[in-house]
């Protein structure tokens, strides 16, 4: 058992793909630390949470060990160490999916080398940092190969001769790209996503969680939200309603001038693009504006 403690922790990677993302969501949850970017540890000054800054692979662990509540960390990373047949089961759960850094795992071969399906892959040398997801993913296929594991430069492995071919994370597909490789198949959907520990605490942590989570929530609801304001007569106010986006329901009041002329308001939680404006303003919808939402909180 962990000793009781007034503050939660939060690890992100320190630099990295998902560094710059995660320390933007967490200063959007109004979160701030004390400026120290080179170091582990920032102490958090708006409210008792505070950050550490590591390596993507150890924030499960740091988990596991209780070092900290929550992490940011992409899913390759987090199933990747779920897999882990060392551990019974994995001390932490997926909390949230946070929505930036997508990518995938992915098979990739030399451009010259043909692929038919996963058939072609046996009896192969595979290079990867991911061994247990890419030996969960040949399981399932019935495909034995065998994996190579790399820790970085996974790309250059087939070129080196020291694997056929390679399972690798692609975001833009710029690395195999440039490496004469070629993706034949993707075994994982990625993104960063908040992941903590399993179990709830008897201290104030417990509520940090919560208050952090629902802060996370609102900034996630409102990265595409848009409050969309117009003016209709009642007379087309529902062909006008029919053509909102999705959303929450809309406020209709009446103006002052002119007389008798009704004013719609809504949240929209997609983009509104211009064919759509034009669609609403064909439906009977004038003075149409669309703004940016700031805050949420539901
Ligand atoms: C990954 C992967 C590739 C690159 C692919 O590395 O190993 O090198 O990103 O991205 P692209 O398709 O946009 O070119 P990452 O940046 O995550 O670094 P790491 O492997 O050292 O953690
Ligand atoms: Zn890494």
Known sequence: MSKPRDRLRIAVQKSGRLSEAS??????????????????????????????????????????????????????VAQEQALDPARAEPPFVEVRELGFGRCRLAIAV???????????LGG???????PHLLGDWLRRQHVAAEIVVLNGSVEIAPRLGTADLICDLVSSGATLAANQLREVASILDSQAVLIGARQDYADERAELRELLLRRIDG?????????????????????????LPKGDPATVGALDRPAGRLSVQVVCHEAIGWAHLEELKRAGATQLLVLPVEKMLT
Do not use: H, M, W
């Open 219 to 243: 900034v996630i609801r409102v990265r595409e939200s848009k409050l969309l304001l117009l003016q209709a007569d009642p007379s087309r106010l529902a062909s006008v309603l029919a053509a």
């Open 23 to 76: 320390q933007d969501l967490l200063a959007r949850c109004g979160l701030k630390f004390r400026q120290s970017r080179d170091k582990l540890f920032c102490f958090g000054e708006a409210l008792p949470i505070d950050l550490l800054l590591v390596r993507d692979d150890d924030i499960p662990g740091l988990i596991g060990q209780g070092v900290c509540e929550l992490g940011i960390v992409g899913r390759n």
């Open 124 to 130: 192969k040398r595979i290079a990867t940092s991911y």
């Open 110 to 120: 030399a451009d010259e080398d043909s692929y038919a399906g996963p058939q072609d």
